[in-house]
């Protein structure tokens, strides 16, 4: 990444400090209720990281933060505002990495990163791609097709096109999937950058070390709601790994 980023950065003061607000949120998917009346905020410069088991809801709630699936009830405020109200605005200043790399296989990583930038309008767009997959050790295989790269290297685009734009708040869902220890290290490089340039950002991860190490506070999620949360600062190791057992043992969704 760019030792200019933090200049790069639209100025995040005129920002409220509280960069996301998750209220009352609530998702079923026929008879099962996901998330159940889940409460979570972030504050700028903070990274949040979020532990579950399987169905606790870490993957629907990222998909409704970034906007792919919509809750059936309950809010969700970025710096503010609505994103019911202003979907555009608040796009902008989101970045998403998911299990899917939410690239088009048939282009190449050029092509894929020059029509994400596009879409944000960057401006010296492709000096701005050079920098990024250079960042991210791809600057040798933009011209590949997306569907012939490994998915370690598709992984690694994935990431570009999150942080192309500049986001203010991160999202990551298991982004170490995949990856090897160099790309892992670079991730924590990003995580680690961002943060310290007083962006937010939410991990979900199923590694208690990682989410320990990278994170300031810890959530862990169970039926559908925050069922632990700690500081990272003062949880121990011991503890959080008995909090996940226990409340991995309980059924993770409400069957309404």
Request: aromatic share 6%; with cysteine; charged share 25%.
């Amino acid at each position: 990444m760019s030792d200019k980023l933090k200049t790069d950065l639209v100025q995040i003061d005129q920002y409220e400090q509280t960069a996301l607000e998750v209220s009352g949120l609530t998702k079923s998917f026929g008879r099962i209720r996901v998330l159940d009346g889940l409460n979570l905020s972030i504050d700028l410069g903070e990274v949040v990281s979020i532990l579950g088991s399987n169905g606790s809801g870490k993957t629907t709630l990222i998909n409704i933060i970034s906007m792919l699936t919509n809750p059936d009830y309950g809010s969700i405020r970025v710096f503010g505002r609505s994103i019911e109200k202003n979907p555009n605005e608040i796009r902008s200043c989101i970045g998403m990495i998911g299990h899917s790399p939410m690239l088009y296989s048939e282009m190449t990583g050029l092509e894929n990163l020059t029509f994400f930038g596009r879409m944000f309008r960057i401006d010296d767009l492709h000096s701005h791609i050079l920098k990024t997959a250079d960042s991210l050790g791809i600057s040798n295989i933009l011209d590949r097709k997306v569907g012939s790269m490994s998915h370690g290297m598709q992984k690694r685009f994935a990431i570009a096109r999150a942080i192309l734009h500049k986001p203010r708040i991160l999202l990551m869902d298991e982004p170490e999937s995949g990856l090897d220890q160099s790309a892992i290290d670079l991730l924590r490089n990003v995580i680690g950058e961002y943060k310290s340039f007083g962006c937010a950002i939410l991990l979900v991860t199923h590694s208690l070390d990682e989410a320990v190490k990278l994170g300031d506070r810890v959530s862990i999620l169970s039926r559908g709601k925050v069922a632990y949360e700690q500081s990272t600062a003062s949880v121990k190791i011991q503890e959080l790994r008995k909090r996940y057992f226990q409340y991995s043992d309980q059924y993770t969704s409400v069957e309404i």
